[in-house]
């Protein structure tokens, strides 16, 4: 059985589409899960989509993705910018990950534009909304098919 692409969202995510959405889109979790089993579905991949609020389950998750996914998709959230526990985390990690984030964070606050997930990422997508999922897993396809 193929392996499963782990799509791993972090503290706040699950408030999507309830506040802010001139800065994150009206689109829910739910709405950007569903995009991305049907993008996942037509490029013959499966998706494991999960949120957390907690910064271990975070990291468990990210261990067992290490053992079971081919790849990680993941969008840390606020993490990104304080977790060197998730930064630990990936670099022990085998499957290629691509760090998301739904609003451009170099156009932010100089706090979000150091990520502590970019340096062990095999790319960043960032600034087009919920469709950088789906630019996430057409990469991943692209990078486990050919190794671009
Ligand atoms: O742009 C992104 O995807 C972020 O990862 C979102 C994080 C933020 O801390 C990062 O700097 C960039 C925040 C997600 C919080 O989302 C909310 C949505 C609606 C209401 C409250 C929070």
């Not at 689109?27 to 989509?49: N, P, Q, Y």
């Not at 990291?59 to 959230?77: K, L, P, R």
């Not at 985390?89 to 706090?111: C, G, K, Q, W, Y």
């Not at 057409?138 to 098919?145: D, F, N, P, S």
Request: glycine residues 8%; hydrophobic residues 45%.
């Amino acid at each position: 059985m193929p392996k499963p692409i782990f799509v791993l969202n972090g503290p706040n995510l699950n408030r999507l589409g309830l506040r802010e959405p001139a800065v994150y889109g009206a689109e829910t979790l739910s709405d950007i899960e569903k995009r991305c089993s049907a993008r996942a579905h037509t490029l013959g991949l499966e998706v494991v989509f999960r949120q957390t609020n907690h910064e271990g389950e975070l990291v468990d998750w990210i261990h067992e993705a290490s053992e079971v996914a081919a790849a990680i998709i993941v969008n840390a959230g606020a993490y990104t910018h304080t977790s060197l526990a998730i930064h630990d985390a990936f670099r022990a990690v085998e499957p290629p990950v691509i760090e998301v984030h739904l609003s451009n964070i170099h156009a932010r606050e100089a706090v979000r534009h150091h990520s502590y997930i970019a340096p062990v990422a095999l790319g960043v997508i960032c600034g087009f909304g919920a469709t950088g999922y789906e630019l996430a897993l057409e990469a991943i396809h692209k990078h486990l098919t050919d190794g671009s």
